[in-house]
């Protein structure tokens, strides 16, 4: 059965409007590289008592060849339980979906079958495609399930999307947000010019995945030109890789973005926040050597931490890059007030339970 906006419970379309910090969800293997879920349900807990609203679950930070080992469902399936057992408020579920449109509607109708309330719609695989085309999947696949769009940065296999793809994108009328994560300020740019071309500011949120932007993009007031009036919207919450770590603080760093969004002011401490964050992603998504640690490096912190054994990958070949691990000891000396080790580690136990 399709799944419609207007089906959604009204807390959770709230939520989503708010604006919420969402971890994209890793996945947590085994040294043989199988499922572990045990740990794969401890990451969910950690991640709901560390105040986030919502999963985004089988998304790049996930791995996207979880299709490739059968691992899709159960990964959705474990997130889901874990979500509804664990907590009595409620989670805004995403699931990740890629693919040809046979594909993404299939995995599209297995989230809604699942009780998840949106898919994230990557366009990866459409690289070479028209814009009409690109559109043509958007509708089949928002025909399904409330859509995140997102925009992916090329580094990791991203394509790149006009103004007008996002106004096209937005005028469907299935759509719940964006995910703007090009890591280019032009594009994210783009972005916000497409929603308010839609005039679809207050139906579609805004979400930053521009993990090397993140603070700057949740205080930033955009003003956009609409015929003869000027349009500010915002940014109002993160679906990130960066915040599959050190959880507590991104959630704490959200609340007070979106306090200070609505002073008049904003202050300098929380403006060179930013580059801290910045810094300590930089580390983490291994930057250094062109992403190529992405996932790896999110799953070293959470090693160190004690809630994954290691830092497997599906792919033998994808792990931390040289002096990466360097890195992310550094930035986590110079940037404690970042990290969240000592409330994992209190609660580590009760999560693996």
């Known amino acids: 059965m399709p799944l419609h906006i207007a089906d959604l419970p009204a807390p959770i379309v709230k939520l989503i409007r708010d604006g919420i910090a969402i971890p994209a969800h890793p996945l947590a293997l085994t040294r043989s590289r199988e499922l572990d879920p045990r740990r794969q349900c401890a990451l969910s807990r950690y991640y709901i008592d560390a105040g986030a609203r919502g999963l985004a679950v089988g998304v790049h930070t996930t791995q996207f060849a979880i299709r490739d080992f059968g691992m899709l ?96 994108f937005a005028e469907i009328d299935n759509v719940v947000g964006v995910k703007i994560a090009p890591f280019n300020r032009y594009r994210t740019l783009d972005v916000v010019r497409g929603i308010v071309a839609a005039k679809a500011e207050d139906r579609v949120a805004l979400y930053t995945g521009n993990d090397d932007h993140i603070v700057l993009d949740l205080i930033t007031p955009f003003t956009v030109r609409r015929g003869d009036d000027e349009m500010t919207i915002r940014i109002k919450g993160g679906l990130l890789g960066h915040w599959s770590v050190w959880t507590k603080r991104a959630v704490e760093l959200l609340d007070r973005c ?54 497997w990958c599906l792919d033998p070949h994808e792990k931390l890059g040289p002096g990466q691990a360097d890195e992310i000891t550094r930035v986590m000396r110079e940037h404690p007030e970042l990290t969240d080790d000592e409330f994992v580690a209190e609660n580590l136990e009760r999560w693996l339970s």
Request: hydrophobic residues 50%; aromatic residues 6%.
């Open 73 to 168: 469902q159960p990964v959705l399936e474990l997130a889901r339980d874990t979500a509804e057992s664990w907590d009595k408020r409620p989670i805004v579920m995403v699931a990740g979906l890629v693919g040809s449109t046979r594909q993404a509607t299939s995995e599209a109708d297995l989230a809604v079958g699942l009780g998840y309330h949106a898919g994230l719609l990557s366009l990866a695989a459409h690289r070479g495609a028209s814009e009409d085309s690109l559109i043509e999947h958007c509708r089949a696949v928002a025909a399904r399930i409330p859509l995140f769009g997102f925009y992916l940065q090329e580094a990791v296999g991203g394509i790149p999307l006009s103004a007008m793809f996002w106004r096209r």
């Open 258 to 311: 979106h306090a200070a969004a609505a002073q008049k002011g904003i202050e300098a401490e929380l403006l060179a926040l930013d580059a801290k964050v910045t810094d300590c992603n930089a580390a983490v998504f291994d930057v250094a050597n062109a992403f190529a640690g992405v996932i790896a490096g999110c799953h070293e912190v959470l090693r160190r931490q004690g809630l994954l054994v290691g830092t």
